[in-house]
């Protein structure tokens, strides 16, 4: 869930759909198992999009979603491990 | 008058019918184990999608479809035929209009879209948006659709019938293919689309 575990952080702030879930796809390839990616975003359809995505993908495990708030901007956080 | 009927046969049918339901139980249970391997075996789902239209809104939704689905590990391929091989066309690709007139959703009456310049303008509202909402441009949706995977695939017919050269096309773009090779991929596919 925290920051702190995430292996890789893939930054996606300003892009929109289907950006952050293609986006988030590649750099889910490039983790080994068990790694935790981090995904940070500005659009707030990613919450829906990346939890779907990951329900959807065989080795993806969403462990976490946050909304925060980063320089006056709504920013969405989302953490994926791979599970093999 | 069930009473009557001795205990003894009373257990055998019984037997017999709970040793045959045992039977088709292990039966049914081996034909799931086949079918679930064979679907494995056939690798990855399929999405198969034509693309008919070359206005700057049509040319959105197979790109961003064709790359969110090879996001979910789907074999994508964009049949691109008529008008949608405007898309592919690396020039006009980042030129593409959108049409005033009869198109209830546009804020002009049909009678002041048909005027001259009125198709320029309102792609240039439409362009504006684009940019200020942050959505990605025609060509970076292409690149992003060929960088996961996604084959674009230009008709040839309609590559003749135009008189496009295979060299006015982004890199990477599928040509030489007709009618039967995108028909063969759409019995292949669990989804096909036409746009």
């Known amino acids: 869930m925290s920051t702190e575990t995430a292996a890789e952080t893939l930054d996606v702030k300003g892009q929109n759909c289907p950006m952050p879930v293609v986006k988030t796809r590649g750099a889910f390839d490039d983790l080994a198992a068990g790694e935790v990616l981090e995904v940070i975003a500005t659009d707030s359809g990613s919450v829906s999009d990346i939890a779907g995505w990951a329900e959807s993908t065989d080795n993806a495990e969403l462990v976490g979603q946050e909304e925060a708030t980063e320089d006056g901007e709504d920013v969405y956080k989302h953490y994926v491990r791979k599970t093999e | ?195």
């Open chain 2, 1 to 195: 008058m069930s009473a009557d009927t001795p205990a003894s046969s009373d257990a055998d049918p019984e037997t017999e019918t709970v040793a045959d339901l045992q039977a088709r139980l292990e039966a049914l249970e081996t034909e799931v184990t086949d079918l679930r391997t064979e679907v494995d075996d056939d690798g990855p789902q399929k999405m198969v999608i034509i693309a008919t239209k070359g206005t700057l809104d049509m040319a959105y939704p197979p790109l961003i479809l064709a790359s969110t689905a090879a996001a979910f590990g789907y074999d994508v391929t964009v049949f691109h035929t008529f008008w949608g091989l405007e898309i592919l066309h690396e020039e006009n690709s980042k030129n593409l209009q959108l049409s005033s007139v009869g198109n209830p959703n546009m804020p002009v009456p049909n009678l002041i879209g048909a005027l001259p310049g009125m198709d320029r303008m309102t792609t240039r509202m439409m362009r504006n948006k684009i940019a200020e909402n942050e959505v990605a441009s025609i060509e970076e949706l292409i690149e992003t659709a060929i960088a996961s995977g996604v084959d674009l695939q230009a008709c040839q017919m309609t590559i003749d019938l135009l008189g496009y050269d295979e060299d006015d096309f982004y890199d990477d773009v599928t040509t030489g293919v007709g009618a039967a090779s995108a028909f063969q991929d759409m019995v292949d596919a669990d989804i096909q689309l036409l746009v």
